[in-house]
């Protein structure tokens, strides 16, 4: 098992464009998360998801979008960067029924918003 | 608002000291207390885990103490090793979501 990939690893933003970070994992959790990490801040809940079609806000959800149209997959979209969207963002997921306190954790994309 | 404060922020310890990390949370609907591990480039992992009902648990020479009525709990690594050297995170959680500390810098020196 790969477990929870990301990608890319690095990007540069130009303010106002846009992208999609990639993220998936392929053990079967039903729950995926994003989160964003800064500089002595620890890891702030961006979005989440308990299955396919479903999804909800996190702590700090301003400025993203997400979709989870399949199991596997749970792509995170922002539409307008912005400076303040500096950070590395780390997917991770669970499982509800087998194991549902553990999060396992993505390797992570750095992204810079100039 | 803050609901889960680390401290301290940075930490030095000498090989085969004890390493000492603390966490205080607000909320006592909070009913699972995981503490993450992670190495520079690499997202955060699981190490040890606590739920309320307990007062200490043990795992290897990582140990969580847990005090219900202070709302704190602490992770403690004896014997510090060079390899243990990383940011250190706890967490709360309700809910499936977690809120986490602002992490812990652990320098291990040989």
């Known amino acids: 098992n790969a477990g929870v990939t990301q990608t890319p690893k690095f990007r540069i933003l130009k303010i106002g464009q846009s992208m999609t970070l990639q993220c998936a994992q392929d053990m079967n959790h039903n729950y995926m998360y994003w989160y964003r990490q800064d500089p002595g801040m620890g890891l702030k809940l961006i979005y989440y998801?308990?299955?396919?079609?479903?999804?909800d806000k996190g702590e700090v959800p301003n400025g993203y979008n997400v979709s989870r149209s399949t199991t596997e997959d749970f792509p995170l979209r922002l539409e307008l960067a912005a400076p303040s969207q500096t950070s590395v963002y780390f997917c991770a997921s669970s499982h509800r029924d087998r194991d549902p306190d553990t999060q396992y954790f993505g390797p992570g994309t750095r992204l810079t918003v100039l | 608002q803050q609901q889960v404060k680390q401290s301290p922020q940075s930490l030095i310890v000498q090989k085969g000291g004890i390493s000492i990390i603390n966490c205080a949370y607000e909320?006592?609907?909070?009913?699972?207390f995981p503490w993450y591990q992670q190495f520079p480039g690499k997202g955060p992992a699981l190490l040890i885990a606590i739920r309320p009902d307990v007062s200490e648990k043990k795992e290897g020479r990582f140990t969580i103490s847990f005090n219900k009525s202070a709302k704190q709990f602490s992770l403690h690594i004896m014997d510090s090793q060079p390899g243990d050297s990383a940011t250190y995170f706890c967490?709360?959680?309700?809910?499936?979501?977690?809120?986490f500390g602002s992490g812990t810098r652990l320098l291990v020196r040989p």
């Open positions: 967490a709360a959680s309700k809910y499936d979501k977690l809120i």
């Open positions: 998801s308990v299955g396919a079609g479903i999804t």
């Open positions: 909320n006592t609907a909070f009913d699972y």
